[in-house]
């Protein structure tokens, strides 16, 4: 049981969490919600005992493993497969011992505790795992640092779900990740065997994978049971049972107070007000739990409703070479109204369709027809690092309003969130989710007749997200999304369009229907991927061959391993009193041969599929 036992948390001067106790049973999945700021991280760091806390204490069973996601992206000559599988530090260790080990009672251990793990599937898991968050089986041997930053957060995170620890802590996970990504995330999760916490604004996440909401607010932490929809029925019944305390108190100590007042002078009754005056003294107020209002997001609507359609895109190609076009054969039509989401894996092209879309890309061949005047404003998470960090939200305005007096330049700041102190704070020192809102005021700041999103909700919390849902409703213009949040998605999309297989195409289903979809591929890649070539040898391009050869080294070295391993087995087997001595150590060795030897069929296999691939795309 993780216990956390009458907990004060205070960083740089401030207490984030003040006399707070919960405890979390093994096997509970726990949601932990929050405003931004709260503590929410640095509560984390106590557990991971990262950092000592001011007062109180987090216990945890002794043999726990805590799993968390590495600061730093993995990186390195290392294939991806091969970061994931050193994850599971135990495995790693007796493999390696199993190389060199030469007595035969401790291969014997060695062995059966290997058996024990299911240490010898754990390449398929951790194939599994990478399909799951998006990479092929030909990215799952290239090295790390082949690949982006954010892509290899995912690696991280495929090694931290790999290890499997008895406490597992995720902060914003769905932060690397795309839609369908999040998807299987959330239904790993969901059916994760050990303990499991997770920061998150994901109201989907919190909804579908989760059975415990934590819930931290002034200070306080306080334990609900269910979703986060059960979560919130529960918090504003709360809210109202204690809104009616308070009321019923203040009546009381007002009864007192007034017995006080009339009595204290009398001496018949002296001792009877000074009772009173010890009750009050007693009478600890009642907290109301005050929800802190978040502030609306707004977006100015255009000027002008311009004439349908505002952008007709008619057997388009785009790309960044003529001769390998991202996106073939793109036909179609945005209206003034329209809200659509696109959908399709990280990599398959749907940020160079919005850039098509808003015309940073032209077209190599095909025809895009965008109306006369239109206006579109574009959000992007990678902007955030082009705000000037020694500038405040009032500078960033005043250069969009020119020579507009002071008061009419902090009033359009107000608007779009920073009002008094707030407008002169430097934009270096804001949080993720002030600047996101900083940065969608000032894209949107002369009523675009469009606007593109592109991951607007990363740096948001919950309730900035349903402030973010209703603007982009109340909007008047059209709206294209592209998010990992469902709820964004589902609260606003009526259009759905997948980019995928090089080119755009209508979805006629809804996102259940979609989940369905990605689920059930990316639980049947890993495998089909794994067995598809020895059942119907496919083509491979030739700029494959180098993988491939890789892929035929591994498998080698692993049937020099496996055969090594089988060779002392054999040997510690044919100890001439074996059997009669230790019958208990001869059934563990039969036993760990028997298993060696399924190993080394699965890497002969693997080396057959890999040759004959390979073979392929030299012919």
């Known amino acids: 049981m993780l216990a956390i036992t009458d907990l004060s948390i205070r960083l740089a001067g401030r207490l984030l969490i003040d006399q707070s106790s919960v ?35 987090v216990t945890l069973p002794p043999r726990w493993r805590i799993g968390s996601l590495a600061q730093e992206a993995p990186n390195g000559p290392e294939s991806l497969i091969s970061v994931v599988l050193k994850a599971d530090l135990e495995r790693d260790a007796l493999l390696a011992e199993a190389e060199s080990a030469t007595d035969p009672h401790r291969i014997a251990e060695i062995q059966t505790r290997l058996v024990d793990i299911d240490a010898h599937s754990a390449p398929s898991r951790a194939a599994a795992i990478l399909s799951g968050l998006g990479f092929s089986a030909a990215d799952q041997l290239r090295p790390c640092a082949e690949f982006s930053g954010g892509w290899r957060m995912r690696v991280a995170l495929a090694a931290t779900l790999f290890a499997a620890p008895d406490l597992l802590l995720l902060d914003e996970p769905t932060n690397y990740l795309d839609l369908e990504g999040t998807l299987w995330l959330e239904d790993h999760l969901a059916h994760y065997p050990r303990t499991v916490i997770v920061i998150s604004h994901d109201r989907d996440l919190l909804e579908s994978s989760v059975d415990q909401i934590l819930h931290l607010e002034r200070g306080k932490l306080t334990l609900y049971k269910g979703t986060y929809s059960s979560f919130e029925e529960q918090r504003a019944a709360r809210e109202l049972l204690d809104a009616k305390a308070v009321k019923r108190q203040e009546a009381e100590r007002a009864r007192l107070q007034a017995f006080v007042d009339r009595f204290k002078a009398k001496a018949s009754k002296a001792t009877q007000a000074q009772s009173r005056v010890k009750m009050l003294e007693r009478l600890k107020p009642i907290t109301a739990l005050v929800t802190e209002d978040v502030r609306e997001i707004s977006f100015p609507a255009p000027e002008k409703i311009l004439s349908p359609p505002i952008i007709a895109v008619d057997n388009a190609s785009v790309g960044y070479d003529p001769a390998t076009p991202v996106l073939s054969r793109i036909t179609l039509r945005i209206d003034n109204d329209d809200r659509i989401a696109l959908l399709g894996a990280n990599g398959n092209g749907k940020s160079t369709l919005v850039k098509l879309l808003a015309g940073r890309l032209a077209p190599f061949s095909g025809k895009v027809t965008r109306a006369d005047k239109l206006s579109i404003a574009y959000f992007a998470q990678h902007q955030l690092d082009e705000l000037n960090e020694d500038a ?22 107000g608007a779009i969130g920073f009002s008094g102190k707030a407008a002169d704070t430097k934009a270096g020192k804001l949080s993720g989710g002030e600047k996101a809102r900083l940065l969608l005021g000032l894209a949107t700041f002369f009523g675009p007749n469009m606007i593109i999103l592109d991951e607007p909700t990363n740096h948001l919390d919950i309730d900035s997200r349903a402030a973010l849902a209703e603007a982009i409703n109340e909007f008047p213009g059209a709206v294209i999304m592209v998010s990992h949040d469902r709820y964004l998605i589902e609260a606003c999309a009526e259009r759905l369009w997948i980019v995928a297989d090089r080119t755009v195409t209508n979805y006629d289903g809804d996102l259940d229907e979609y989940r369905r979809l990605v689920l059930s591929t990316r639980n049947a890649e890993a495998p089909r991927e794994r067995s598809a070539a020895s059942e119907k040898p496919q083509r491979v391009r030739s700029d494959n061959r180098g993988s491939l050869k890789k892929r035929i080294a591994e498998a080698e070295a692993e049937i020099a391993r496996v055969s090594e391993i089988i060779t002392k087995i054999d040997t510690a087997l044919a100890l001439p009193d074996i059997f009669t001595r230790d019958p208990k150590q001869a059934a563990q060795l039969s036993k760990a041969r028997a298993n060696a030897a399924d190993a080394l069929a699965r890497a002969e296999e693997q080396w057959l599929e890999a040759s004959t691939q390979f073979d392929e795309a030299a012919g």
């Open 23 to 57: 405890q979390i049973t093994p096997g509970s999945r726990v949601g932990l919600v929050g405003r931004n700021g709260t503590g929410k991280s640095t509560l984390f760091k106590v557990i991971r005992g990262e950092l000592a806390a001011e007062h109180g204490s």
């Open 392 to 413: 405040s939200a009032y500078d960033h305005v005043r250069k969009l309003m020119g020579d507009a007096p002071e008061a009419k330049v902090r009033a359009r700041a």
